[in-house]
């Protein structure tokens, strides 16, 4: 099941959760056209939030004379700045995913080659392991203390 964030970015993008149909095979044209409506509204939303941010720090950004005002501003943009920062980082995923899209590698697991999954991917559309790859994986960094 998708995610109460993905279930928002679906209605945004117009989109229901995507309906297999009898017979179909992964990884069709509809399937890949319904993730890069997604993706890309994703993408679009992440890129209004930055203008957004450096508009509302350009409008208020302002001098005060009082340490602790300057303070709680300095603190509200920093903040602001490593959630934008964070955001940078999903849009650069979000386009390495658009690009296996295009490329038609999208939605196999980059460790084992197997599916995916559709509903892993709604739930989180970067993903780019299995659900069994992924557990392992976060187990080792784990062990390793990372």
């Known amino acids: 099941m998708p995610s109460q964030n993905n279930l928002s970015l679906l209605a945004q993008a117009g989109l229901a959760p995507y309906t297999e149909k009898p017979g179909e095979e992964y990884m069709s044209d509809a399937q890949l056209a319904h993730f890069k409506t997604i993706l890309e509204t994703w993408r679009n939303n992440l890129r209004e939030e930055v203008d957004r941010t450096k508009n509302h720090m350009q409008d208020e950004a302002a ?66 392991q299995c659900i069994d790859c992924k557990t392992l994986s976060e187990i080792k960094e784990k062990q390793s203390g990372r």
């Open 63 to 128: 001098n005060f004379p009082d340490p602790v005002d300057r303070a709680a501003q300095e603190e509200e943009f920093a903040l602001e700045l490593r959630t934008r920062d964070r955001e940078r980082k999903l849009i650069k995923k979000i386009e390495k995913t658009l690009q296996l899209i295009e490329d038609e590698d999208f939605g196999y697991c980059v460790t084992c080659g197997i599916e995916i999954g559709i509903r892993r991917l709604e739930a989180r559309p970067t993903a780019d």
